[in-house]
Nanobody, 124 residues
Framework: QVQLVESGGGLVQAGGSLRLSCAAS????????MGWFRQAPGKEREFVAG????????NYADSVKGRFTISRDNAKNTVYLQMNNLKPEDTAVYYC?????????????????WGQGTQVTVSS
């Protein structure tokens, strides 16, 4: 399995930006589809964005389309989530997840490895 460590969370005002990073170690990072999920207090964990392991195809939740961008740098074993025009409803703990040699899935149980999460708080 791959080990994942998120960073880049913090407190930002509405309309601001943050870039989250997820550094991977272990098995070949480039062979993993990567996803970002988030969980707000009292709510279920939900899919935010994903990127395939080959071809670089991406998928986004409707709530973040046009504001968030997922990307990966296989040379650095890192996946990023650029978040622009943040809203208070984006406040959550953000997790990255890895799925071995498969397409992007929006389903939590289809991911093999998870990071510990990073807190994002957007003030109004």
């Amino acid at each position: 399995q791959v080990q994942l460590v998120e960073s880049g969370g913090g407190l930002v005002q509405a309309g601001g930006s943050l870039r989250l990073s997820c550094a991977a170690s272990g098995r070949t990072f480039s062979s993993y589809a990567m996803g970002w999920f988030r969980q707000a207090p009292g709510k279920e964990r939900e899919f935010v964005a994903g990127i395939t392991w080959i071809g670089g195809g991406t998928n986004y939740a409707d709530s973040v389309k046009g504001r968030f961008t997922i990307s990966r740098d296989n040379a650095k074993n890192t996946v990023y989530l650029q978040m622009n025009n943040l809203k208070p409803e984006d406040t959550a703990v953000y997790y990255c997840a890895a799925r071995w040699r498969s397409y992007v899935s929006t389903k939590i149980h289809e991911y093999d490895s998870w990071g510990q999460g990073t807190q994002v708080t957007v003030s109004s």
